[in-house]
């Protein structure tokens, strides 16, 4: 697997991929339905207001997932957008691969942000026990903060998503354990 900036000719291609995955992932959830939950043309216009760059995780010429950042405050945060593995390709250790290949790509960011659908479990589990983003707020049509435009509240999952944060004091890759501190017994530092 190596992650890549997705070739301009690439990009359709690649966010009807990514709504695919949010369409499966939704339906999952809720049983089949007749509409997009969330379609392409959403993805492209919040990721156009933003100038965002569009990864993707490739394997013998094929790709398995990606997603689209933003960087902001002179690159020192990076806001993610839509992060997806092919949902015929779940848990097999892309998000993971992606997750820490972007740290390396990017040393100089020290805060991540990201959103995910409340109906989202795996992606919520993933960003929370994995990856330790802190669930900073609950969005919804009630609860709508400043830096979203009104479109972007009033869209399909309006019914709610959750904001995460992390700050990143030092690399450590998904999957490794923090270094012991020297208290007795090893305990890790908290």
């Known amino acids: 697997m190596n992650i890549q900036v997705v070739p301009p000719t690439n990009i359709k291609s690649f966010i009807a991929d990514m709504a695919e995955a949010y369409q499966v992932a939704y339906e999952y959830r809720f049983g089949q339905i007749d509409y997009r939950c969330i379609d392409a043309k959403f993805i492209s216009r919040v990721c156009y207001k933003r100038h ?4 993707e995780v490739v394997e013998d010429g094929k790709r398995l997932g990606g997603l689209i950042l933003s960087l902001i405050r002179n690159g020192k945060c990076a806001r993610m957008f839509f992060m997806f593995t092919k949902s015929e390709l779940q848990n097999r250790g892309i998000a993971t691969f992606l997750w820490n290949e972007l740290r390396e790509l990017m040393p100089g960011v020290k805060t991540f942000t990201a959103v995910a659908p409340y109906f989202a ?3 919520i589990h993933f960003l929370v026990n994995k990856c330790h983003f802190k ?3 609950f969005i919804n049509s009630v609860n709508s903060p400043k830096d979203y435009a009104k479109d972007e509240i009033n869209d399909p999952w309006s019914d709610g998503y959750f904001y995460f ?7 450590i890759p998904v999957g490794k354990s923090k270094p012991a501190s020297s208290h007795p017994g090893g305990m890790p530092k908290s």
Request: overall charge positive; some cysteine; glycine content about 0%.
């Open 135 to 137: 669930i900073i707020e």
């Open 52 to 55: 965002c760059l569009y990864f």
């Open 121 to 123: 479990v795996p992606a």
């Open 165 to 171: 944060v992390k700050r990143v004091s030092k690399v």
